[in-house]
């Protein structure tokens, strides 16, 4: 996110040492496979599920193989799901969330640094802006997310704090798929004041006060510019005109991909054709210069679908779907619902669920990296809590407790 070249070393190094710890893993008794597949099935069941669904769309419209790049990704990381799953109870999760914290604060000082030492237009890290905005945010709701869970207390204010940084870099990308997740950070920014004595939660709170005073110049002209930029591409009269605008174009891209799956609604139009397709419909119907240059419908439902018809869909909901349905179905038996990585996952899938919306975020490899394995952290980490005694374990982030699983 903050370092240039940061995302191929990032791609390579965990995968490398995830494979590295299988072998040891595998060779171990002391690890049951059986549980371990169980226990990841909400994670690896839906990834294997979308492959399938592109090999599916493949194979019945004779695309080209190459159209498996985008899902292979998926399957290619599930190793860092096992192993962490599998080593829970001997890992120290507390790195993950002071990695987070940093971040957070890093793409902060990285997003003000492109916008007002570089005159960057939109702060983009060393990825594109949409997806920039959208990993930006992410950090900022797991600070939040830590700072509610998070012991010492000293840690979770720290957490606190930090996750501004990412909302900031994520207002200034000036991606507006993300502002209504200010809103949740809020929240939980809100619920950490609620649980510490008064005078610490008066101090923190002038110290939120203060911040949010300090970008409020720059956030009020950032949204205001935006939304007059919205309603002058919507009341654009002339569609090929309109289509030159920023949601104009988008608006064409999600209509022509909603055509492209109305006509072949089972398996789509093939993965690799789908952007000739976009292009040729652009040619007949909007001629937008702005469309040639893209290969996605800036949509991940519609681009899903169009690319691997309803199955694809349906097996784009199980990625959101199934990690839920994982937290649910150990609701009644396990009181770790409201633990961290429950609500780490929570905040995943309604941040990548939300930004689906607007922006297609999984075909960006940064967004894709990040989201595996992020979740395979927090996942880890939920089912390291519910691995615990809940006589004798509450809900440590970072603070040192029994030795888990003894």
Known sequence: MGVKGGYGIAAVIPLLISLACLVPLIRSHAVKWREVRRDTAPIWVPFLCFFLAFLLSVIMTGDSMRGLDYPNRWLLLMPIVFVLVAARRHIDFKYFWLGIAVG?????????????SLGYGRSQGFTAANPYGNLSILLGLLCGVGALYAKPRKIGILLAL?????????????????????????ILLLMHLARLPRKTAVILLVAHIVLVTLAFPTASRVIS??????SR???????????????????AMWKISFQIWQEHPAFGIGPTRYKDELHRKNTEQFKSSDIYTQNVAHHEWLDAMARAGTVGGLALALVYVLPLAGLLR????????????????????????????????????PSLLFFIVALSV???????ETDADPATQSWPLLGRTQPVGR
Do not use: C
Request: net charge positive; glycine share 12%.
């Open 162 to 186: 930090a996750g501004w940084g990412g909302m900031w870099a994520s207002l200034l990308s000036v991606t507006r798929g993300g502002w209504p997740l200010l809103v949740p950070f809020v």
């Open 104 to 116: 957070s604060v890093l793409t902060g000082i990285v997003s003000t640094y492109q916008i007002f």
């Open 225 to 230: 510019n935006r939304i007059d930029d919205a």
């Open 233 to 251: 591409d919507l009341s654009i009269a002339d569609p090929q005109k309109k289509s030159e605008s920023s949601v104009g174009a988008r608006l």
């Open 378 to 384: 927090v996942w880890a980490q939920y089912l390291q």
């Open 330 to 365: 150990r609701r009644h038996t396990r009181p770790a619902l409201r633990s961290l990585g429950g609500a780490g996952v929570v905040a995943m899938i309604g941040s990548f669920g939300l930004y689906g919306l607007t922006n297609t975020t999984f075909t960006n490899h």
